[in-house]
């Protein structure tokens, strides 16, 4: 008897440990990787009353963690989101983006625009200085994008390409040319930059504010190799100064009292711990260790977004970001060579059901490849103009009777063997399985779904090793283009072998097309309705939010379209 | 004794050099590369990075040049953390681990060692049981279920320790209490058998028929030579904890080697696995060496001259 409630005390031990290691392990890892290069705040992210200095809490420390450390803090090499809330912290661009989410002078003080919008002159800041009391001039700009775009930088910068926009920028890139003065940039003296663009660029000034824009300091880095992977040798021109990095645990910033906008920076320090699990987060938050919690900085874990959002209503919230959640097909390989087939799939799924069963984080259902926080024209969104509704249409019944118009088509009556594939996460594959059902009680097939170690996966989309594959993507800029130039024939992110000529016709025209701005917002819309309406090549399904945390007493936080967040203006109030 | 040592080393060197060898070609095998992402490199870019880290070369001119680099002690320099040297970032997150790792050491050791010698003195009554509970509980649990559970009952609700960190002191108290929990419940069951079997040992008895007092047989006879098992259980165990437990350190925030390794190996940082690989190989090696030697040095019956591998 005595032997038997031990093994019951046991059990019951046992069985509480595995609900509660259940709860504590689902983390999404965060696939689309966000470089963000302009920002417009989709409305909700700002809050600025102004402060009064009456009540702003005596210790203005903002404490936040981060869920990777960033891999490096030069601006040329850079690529992830967490460099770009650390980079944001420390460096200033052309512009800034203001909490409206529009483009407002930084570094430059004004800038002019030619009429065929191919010329930027920016006037540099008078009284902008580095931390080390240099001015910041508009060499300092020239010098960065030749350093960012020179074939000779070791390693190569990876995010060269986001200056391609300037011209000869590429050329000079890809070692076409060796001579710098071909590319638009040139300082005409110390206080003016003039910028040559290859294409009219509508967004061309919000991506001054992005951090492959930013400005170095030459006689840093010219004297030092590693002048970026250490906090003491990094000179920055931004509001707050990089003082304390220790590899793996911690991060912190303080207020950098050279600042040309010193006096509306409220926070004196920053600080992050380096802690890549949500549910630590999550505890850290409710623990009163982190002020912020939750994406684009950290990670809110998936099963305690339901709960949080009742428990902590008024601190919790969802934000729509510029992402797509799809599924994209090998348009190569038979199956899914059938546009009708296509369809079907992409027809018969119900994607509410999946947003409110499986990844109950308020997403949006998509139907099309630009998502809802994507700048349009006249102050609404690009999907407003342009509603993904027109399509197409859930509908099981008609997708029943595609699939069997394309088995018709191929000459097939049964369908070859199919393989989801899907990259390693506890969500991606709560999904798979969920829509390989709806396949199955819709269309009558039966789908194996598969998983894949993310940099294999990613191999095996690239070369094609692949049926249906799950895929996400995340803007560039505020710009329908960060999406539809990704299907041109032969593009290096398009892996389903899609190649249409009026596709690549309108892109290439929407590229060109910069000053009359309503026909290129129509050329888009055209280009994705022959993408997802009459090809579907990829099969959309939903528009990503974020969750994030954020403690009454922090005000001034603001979130660009993209989900990219900026604290440099933010404050403490008094609890 | 020499000729002990240095054969031992030499096996040392070829374990290592084995040990190189797979990693390096299986890490080669591996789809991916350290320039893979959701957005595509542009190819002249991609080109040039490959040329720049001597990724265009033929595997085995690379394989060559890697082990010559080791020879000179050049570890490399990172492929994702740019510009850092792979010796410097070991150096800092091991020494996080270190510090950690050998308080885990020395508690779980006391600690096991403690339960296993009372559960044995009190053989069959309670306590034997209670320990013995305990034991399977801590090696049953896994420690992600653990920490977890530490953090939120002493960090977050009690808010008697530090959710995450280890500034202070306090913050070592529930990462050393989950890092401990495995070795403490081994170490408690090795003693507990090895002292039984001591304790019922004929020469242990023939030390009470003599009418030696009971603390000096315990301490003289007893645990001299119950604790043997425990000694070639701590030098692998010392090695494993403070080459850093991925779980425990990522649900502590705690930047130590553990981290890392994981890290590097989803990065693809190939530098960086390498040099971490032949550390943890190095690290390992030695905790072995020395507990053979330690082996040796506290128990007579081994001999050294048969030449026998342990």
Known sequence: ????????????????????????????????????????????????????????????????????????????????????????????????????????????????????GLTYTFHMRQGATWNNGDPVTANDFVFAWQRALSPETVPAPVYAYQLYYIKGAEAFNTGETTDFSTVGVKAVDENTLEVTLANPTPYFLGLTSFYTYYPVHQATVEGNEAWAADASTMVTNGPFTLTTWVTGSEMGWTKNDKYWDAANIKLTNVTASIVNSGATETSQYQGGEIDYAGAPTGEIPTDQIQPLSEQLKDEFKLTDIASTYYYEFNTKEAPFN?????????????????????????????????????????????????????????????AKTLLEEGMAEEGITTLPSITLLYNTSENHQKLALAVADMW???????????????????????????????????????????????????????????ANEEYDALIDAAYKGGNDPEKRMQDMAAAEKILVGDNMVIMPVYYYTQASLTKPYLKGVTTDFSGAINFTRAYLEQQ | MARYVTSKLLYTLLSLFILITATFFLMKAIPGDPFMSEKEVPAPIRARLEAQYGLDKPLMTQYVNYLGNIVQGDLGISMKKLNQEVGNIIGQTFGVSLRLGLIAVVVSTIVGVALGLLAALYHRKFIDSLVMVVAVIGIAVPSFVLASLLQYTFGLKLGLFPITGTKSLLGYVLPVMALSAGPIAYIARLTRSSMLEVLNADYIKTAKAKGLKWPAILWKHVIRNGILPVVTYVGPMTANVVTGSVVVERIFGIGGIGKVFVDSITNRDYTLIMGITLFYGIILMAARFITDIVYVLVDPRIKLTSGKEG
């Open chain 1, 1 to 116: 008897m005595k032997k038997k409630s031990w093994m019951m005390l046991l059990t019951l031990v046992l069985v509480i440990g595995t609900v509660l290691a259940a709860c504590g392990s689902a983390e999404e890892t965060t696939t689309t990787d966000s470089g963000t290069p302009t920002e417009t705040t989709t409305g909700e992210g700002a809050t600025t009353e102004p402060a009064t200095d009456a009540n702003l809490a005596a210790d203005q420390t903002l404490r936040l963690n981060l869920s990777a450390e960033p891999p490096t803090l030069d601006p040329a090499q850079a690529q992830d989101s967490q460099a770009n809330t650390a980079l944001r912290f420390m460096y200033e661009g052309l512009a800034t983006i203001d909490a409206d989410g529009n483009p407002a002078p930084g570094a430059a003080e004004s800038w002019d625009i030619s009429e065929d």
């Open chain 1, 338 to 398: 059938n546009a009708k087939i296509r369809k079907a799939f992409a027809m018969s799924i119900d994607r509410q059901a999946l947003i409110d069963n499986v990844t109950k984080a308020g997403q949006t259902p998509a139907f099309g490849f630009v998502p809802t926080s994507i700048a349009g024209l006249n102050n609404q969104s690009f999907r407003d103009e342009h509603p993904d509704a027109d399509y197409f249409k859930e509908d099981a019944a008609a």
């Open chain 1, 440 to 498: 199955k009680n819709n269309l009558g097939v039966e789908i194996q779904t598969k998983n894949e170690e993310w940099s294999v996966f990613l191999e095996s989309r690239k070369t094609g090793n692949f049926q249906i594959a799950r895929a996400g993507w995340s803007a560039d800029y505020n710009d329908p283009m960060t999406f539809m130039d990704m299907f041109v024939t032969g593009g290096g992110n398009n892996n389903t072998g899609f």
